[in-house]
């Protein structure tokens, strides 16, 4: 499975949208890119996931560029609570390859 | 919706001793994951399992071992534990899948080694 380059950290100001950059340039044609936060003391929570075309939910948008190396999670409009490390992952089938890395810490700023 | 629950929350120990911590996956769920995530690190992979049987594992020893149950809860058992087993142990399910089915975490044990 490929590995993951972010941004260690991140600010944003409380209102406006958080792009979170990802890097995966060695991703494979049946890889899915998944984002997922942890706040601190719980779990990682799934935001979203993607193959090729760009996703949307409640939480969250997911771009991903045409050739696949790159993607950016879009939180639309940033809130205090929105403040956690967000992961970046890759993977296709089960989970023993996948690198969570150090993600990137989320700052939203009042 | 019932979601992943993990007991104990906190957990001490010595070094040497055993320990198991235990998991109930979200309904529905097939598929069992567990992760350590150091201080200050993302989670790292230790093993999955599928129908009662490990299904990958991670650079981790034969110390740590699991169990899967016909209703899709786990177990994960650490023999002599070593001072570096310190950490936040987290369980996550899915379904069963090609890449495509998202995984849903617990909140984790807390374990620290003295």
């Known amino acids: 499975d490929a590995k993951t380059t972010q941004p260690p950290s991140m600010d944003c100001a409380e209102g406006r949208a958080a792009n979170l950059p990802c890097n995966h340039s060695t991703i494979s044609g049946n890889e899915y890119v998944y984002w997922y936060r942890q706040i601190h003391s719980q779990g990682p929570q799934y935001i979203i996931h993607g193959l090729k075309n760009n996703e949307t939910n409640e939480m969250a948008s997911l771009i991903i560029t045409e050739d696949r190396k790159s993607s950016t999670l879009i939180l639309p409009h940033a809130t205090l609570r929105d403040t956690a490390v967000y992961y970046c992952?890759?993977?296709?089938?089960?989970?023993?390859?996948?690198?969570f890395g150090t993600g990137t810490k989320l700052q939203v700023i009042p | 919706e019932t979601g992943v629950t993990q007991s104990p929350t906190h957990l001490i120990k010595t070094r040497g001793q055993q320990v198991t911590l235990r998991c109930s996956s979200q309904?529905?769920?097939?598929?069992v994951s567990w992760y350590q995530q150091a201080l200050g690190q993302g989670p790292q992979f230790i093993f999955q399992?599928?129908?009662?049987?490990?299904?990958g594992r991670g650079n981790f020893p034969p110390r740590f071992s699991g169990l899967q149950f016909p209703n899709y809860s786990s177990e994960l058992n650490v023999n002599a534990l070593e001072l570096d087993d310190s950490a936040l142990y987290l369980c996550?399910?899915?379904?069963?899948?090609?890449?495509?089915?998202?995984?849903?975490f617990g909140d984790g044990t807390r374990l620290s080694i003295l």
């Open positions: 992952i890759v993977r296709s089938w089960g989970y023993q390859k996948v690198t």
């Open positions: 996550a399910s899915s379904l069963w899948d090609q890449g495509n089915q998202p995984q849903h």
């Open positions: 309904s529905g769920h097939n598929t």
């Open positions: 399992y599928y129908r009662e049987e490990e299904n």
